[in-house]
């Protein structure tokens, strides 16, 4: 009864560490996501680049078909004007043509032939992508879900931890409550903590009177260290301790 503001702040202290912890553990769901999900995003962006890749391949080897469709016509007209030319001059300058369009049609077999094997090796490097895409989606799907899975149930352990100090808040002193929640305002975590066994703060150490201490076990009023500011309580009780004894040898 004596100590019971004391031990409600420092009840209040342990569910706010709960609280922080589960808070952190909730973050700490993004990175792990994010690890699961890698591989997978990396193979589907390298298919993404393959794909886009084959695509210009493809076009290109329709634009080279093009070209040799349309030098095979000429060379086919040049074939049937040679059979009518009527005098050596034109003779010379349409077989000069026909060379000429025989050559490119030779570059565009060269190059056929090596874009070709380009396309075979792509096609290749893409359908073996896909294969590791797919095979790597397949894992990633239970593990995220499991992952998923205990990020809800964290969220609801948070929720209910949040209920709890609703509920446990109301029974506070209000006058405690307005230090504690004062000292964590500041960023700090730490706002009770229990005298040492020699009297000195258990957060900063520094020794605390003896007639404070004697305050202290008794309970009936907000003492803070002159250290750090924390609100000391004791861990033994002014009926259980053998305070008198204790203010007196030390
Ligand atoms: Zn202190």
């Known amino acids: 009864m004596t ?5 409600d702040l420092k009840e209040l202290q342990k569910l706010d560490k709960h609280i922080a912890d589960a808070r952190r553990r909730i973050g700490e769901f993004d990175p792990r996501l994010l690890e699961v999900e890698e591989p997978a995003l990396l193979l589907e962006s390298e298919l993404g680049t393959a794909r886009a890749r084959l695509q210009e391949l493809k076009l290109e080897e329709r634009r080279l078909d093009l070209g040799t469709e349309e030098k095979r016509t000429r060379r086919k007209r040049l074939d049937e004007r040679i059979l009518s030319v009527r005098n050596l001059r034109e003779e010379a300058a349409v077989t000069a043509e026909l060379e000429a369009v025989k050559r490119a049609l030779q570059n ?3 190059e056929a032939m090596s874009l070709i094997d380009q396309l075979r090796k792509l096609e290749e490097r893409t359908a073996d992508l896909e294969t590791r895409y797919s095979e790597a989606s397949e894992h990633l799907g239970p593990k995220r879900d499991a992952l998923l899975t205990e990020r809800t149930e964290a969220q609801k352990e948070l929720e209910s931890l949040r209920a709890e ?8 002193s209000p006058a405690g409550l307005k230090v504690y929640d004062a ?3 500041g960023g700090r975590t730490i706002a009770v903590s229990d005298l040492t066994e020699d009297g000195a703060c258990g957060h900063c150490f520094s020794m605390v009177p003896i007639q404070l ?3 202290i076990r008794r309970g009936l009023q907000i003492i ?3 250290g750090c500011g924390v609100i000391l309580t004791s861990a033994t009780p002014a009926d259980a301790a053998p305070a008198a004894t204790e203010g007196q040898g030390a």
């Open 224 to 226: 803070r260290c002159e």
């Open 213 to 215: 201490r004697n305050e």
């Open 183 to 185: 000292i964590r305002s």
């Open 165 to 172: 100090r609703a509920r446990f808040v109301g029974d506070v």
């Open 3 to 7: 100590d019971q503001r004391g031990t």
């Open 108 to 110: 565009d077999e060269q």
